[in-house]
């Protein structure tokens, strides 16, 4: 069973705040790693894909991973309003490529 | 803009009557996928196609079938809809099979079922 946990939230960080968003998976062999954004009623929005250990930034958002430990984190820095949205992480196990999302994690940031 | 198009955004069917979903895409990925999203819920994948090699999930009921009669298009047909089965419905593709390779979605149809 191959699996991908998320709080599923709601998490509410001041506008301006770092926002930390956190996600563990359950295939040690996982190779790629992927977090989408999703606003309500919307499609998935791809943000950042990430494959090796250590930290990967793109703009104001980090994403983090750590192999070992089986955890992959995304980091939102200056927090917006606009950044309110539900937060999918997926994982590719390896061989083809089908993902494994989590349930997500809803955003709320707060004027 | 490549891109990926779901038609039609929002789609009401009563129960048991056939529906067909589309999807198409400009970004010439090998790769189409379609998932099934409920509320608050993760995306679950039905099934799959590379090129036109069909790949369904075990889970997936015989009510969903999917064709993809070219590169660009993909249909997904819920034979005889059931109340359980109102929910968003997504295309994604990915240009091949690598690991690495990234998702790319459409904006999705969502099916009422009466």
């Known amino acids: 069973q191959k699996e991908v946990e998320q709080n599923s939230g709601p998490l509410s960080v001041p506008e301006g705040a770092i926002a930390s968003l956190n996600c563990t998976y359950s295939?040690?062999?996982?190779?790629?790693f992927f977090w989408y954004r999703q606003y309500s009623g919307k499609s998935p929005e791809l943000i950042m894909s990430i494959y090796s250990n250590g930290d990967k930034e793109d703009g104001r958002f980090t994403a983090q991973l750590n192999k070992a430990s089986q955890y992959v984190s995304l980091l939102i820095r200056d927090s917006q309003p606009s950044d309110s949205a539900t937060y999918l992480c997926a994982v590719n196990p390896g061989g083809f490529n089908k993902f494994y999302f989590g349930s997500g994690t809803k955003l709320n940031v707060k004027p | 803009d490549a891109m990926v198009i779901q038609n039609p955004r929002y789609q009401v069917t009563q129960f048991g009557k056939p529906v067909t979903l589309s999807c198409s895409q400009t970004l010439n990925h090998n790769v189409m996928y379609w998932y099934q999203q409920k509320s608050s819920q993760a995306p679950k994948l039905l099934f799959h196609?590379?090129?036109?090699?069909?790949?369904n999930e075990a889970d997936t009921p015989d009510n969903f079938q999917s064709r993809r009669p070219n590169t660009s298009f993909c249909f997904l047909d819920i034979r005889s809809p059931g109340l359980g089965d109102a929910a968003m419905y997504l295309c994604a593709t990915s240009r091949g099979t690598s690991s690495y390779n990234e998702q790319f979605f459409g904006p999705g149809t969502r099916l009422t079922v009466l």
């Open positions: 196609y590379y090129d036109k090699d069909f790949n």
């Open positions: 295939d040690r062999g996982s190779q790629s």
